[in-house]
């Protein structure tokens, strides 16, 4: 589980629309790694369309953006379209990206245990480490939280 200051854990997954994304292939510029639960429910809608509506305010301070669940390729397509997104989703099916970051954890709703991804959200510097780390994300204000981190560093 990445803390500030540490590396950022490498990474390559597949994309929305094809293609995929290394995440040493990005260095040079800060990148934003949103995790999120699953597409096309309330929270991950409103916090993917909150990104997507920023993404130039993103690009403008610099940063990268994308966002990672576990679903497939094929459901953050359909995703996308609905919605108009234009934030690159990832695909990180067998949770291996999800685990290395440490969002892969045990939930309790309504007494009942499961596993499934913590909303968090990684900002990385230019160099690769970890710059911040917000951990159970409130989706309401997080995404000018995140740009207003963007443009400090």
């Known amino acids: 589980m990445p803390d500030v200051a540490d590396i950022a854990p490498d990474f390559t997954l597949p994309r929305d629309g094809g293609g995929t994304v290394t995440l040493s292939d990005l260095r040079g510029r800060p990148v934003v790694l949103f995790f999120y639960p699953r597409d096309d ?16 305010s993103f690009a403008d301070a610099g940063a990268q953006v994308f966002g990672i669940s576990r679903d497939s390729v094929a459901k953050h397509d359909k995703f996308v379209a609905k919605h108009g997104l234009t934030t690159p989703l990832l695909s990180d099916e067998g949770s291996t990206v999800c685990e290395d970051y440490g969002v892969w954890v045990e939930k ?46």
């Open 108 to 153: 309790n709703m309504y007494g009942k245990k499961s596993m499934g991804i913590e909303r968090s959200t990684f900002l990385i510097d230019a160099d690769g480490k970890v710059a911040r780390v917000w951990r159970k994300v409130k989706v309401p204000g997080h995404v000018d939280e995140v740009l207003e981190a963007v443009r400090a560093l």
């Open 41 to 56: 429910t309330p929270g991950c809608t409103k916090e993917s369309i909150g990104f997507s509506e920023q993404l130039q």
